[in-house]
Structures are given as C-alpha cells and as structure tokens.
C-alpha cells in the first residue's frame, strides 16, 4: 500500500461569498443596512429625505449623497422600510430604548408565607405582619396552607384559614385567586392595593 503524503489544504474557497469578516459581522447585526438589503423596492421614511417608495439603488444613492447609512428598519412589511441614518447613532438609540424600557417595566415580586391547617394565633399574627410589610412595599403575597400526610382532612380548616387571612388583609390588598386545592397545598394569592 502506498501513503500519499500530506499535502495542507488551508481554508476552502466559499462560492460568491465576500471577506469571512463581513460575514461575522452580519451575524451580530440585527438590521440588515447598505449592500445587505435584498429588496427590489423600499419605503423610505425619517427627517432628511422625502418618504416614499424607492428603488433600492435610489435609496442607496440617497443614502450615499447624506454620507449615512441606509438601515432596513421593517424587513416583513411590503416593500421593506428603511430609514437613513448612521448606523453606530441608530444602534446607540436602540439600546438607550430599551434600558428606559426596562426601567420602566415593574417587576412583580411574589413573597410565599406557609401556613399548617392548625396554625395557632401567636404564628398567624405573626405572619399577617409580614404580610402586610410585604403588601406595602408592592409585592404580591402568596399564602398557602400545606397538607401533611393525613391532615388534607382538615381541608375545610386550612380554607377557613385562608380566608381569614385575605379578610384581615382586606385593607392593605385585594383577594386576586381564592383558595384552591393544588395537590397537598391550598392557595390564596393576594395583591398590593394601589396607592
């Protein structure tokens, strides 16, 4: 048997395919801008140009003639929008967007307090405070009565329980679930009042 000897073959050519840089960076954009628009037509909009719909290598030209770029800012409707801006300036907007987006999004906070069906009153005073330290301070409260082996034949006691609780808790929030019976827990879920 006769061994060929080793010949290193590099990278493949890829078949009409630019500079492996650009491709990379095709990846990590989430708009497709200039050359990477594939549309035929698009609807230009934005301050310095006059809207309407376009001729790709207008738009281009357009966008040449500005020195800026032309950003596909709607790819799905028909024709494409697109606006023409500078890319790094549009993607900084975005992003400073969604920070104040997500600033503004509340997050619902949900504090568990577990009762047994035969909670003595020291325990439930004690945590009727917290619950209501929980509900001023915006979060929802769920209460839960567990079952332990034998003691679900107390059901009607862990509901009576409950219910006292969203009763003595009237004031500070309002019963969003009754009591239900999921597997060995019964639930009450209770949110803050708005101030």
């Known amino acids: ?8 073959q590099g990278p493949r050519p890829r078949p009409n395919q630019g500079p492996r840089r650009n491709d990379r960076n095709a990846a990590k954009d989430p708009y497709n801008t200039n050359e990477r628009i594939r549309a035929r037509e698009v609807r ?15 738009a281009l030209r357009k966008a040449e003639e500005l020195e800026l ?15 023409i801006l500078d890319y790094q300036k549009f993607l900084y907007q975005q992003k400073k967007r969604q920070k104040e987006q997500k600033a503004k999004a509340t ?5 568990e307090i577990r009762f047994g069906p035969q ?29 332990k082996g ?5 059901k009607e006691q862990g509901e009576v329980l409950l219910l006292r609780f969203a009763n003595d808790l009237e004031e500070y929030g309002k019963v ?8 060995k827990r019964m639930i009450i879920m209770i949110s803050p009042k708005k101030k």
């Open 1 to 8: 048997m006769e061994k060929k000897p080793f010949v290193p």
């Open 44 to 58: 230009l909009v934005g301050d310095n140009v006059e809207p309407g719909i376009y001729t790709i290598q207008e």
């Open 69 to 83: 770029d032309l950003i596909e800012i709607s790819p799905t409707a028909e024709p494409p929008v697109c606006k």
């Open 107 to 111: 997050k619902v906070v949900v504090k």
């Open 119 to 147: 909670t003595d009153d020291h325990d439930y005073n004690f945590k009727l405070k917290h619950a209501i330290g929980f509900l001023q301070e915006g979060s929802k409260v769920k209460a839960y009565v567990f079952f």
């Open 150 to 154: 034998r003691a679900i034949l107390f």
């Open 176 to 183: 969003e679930q009754m009591p239900v019976l999921e597997g």
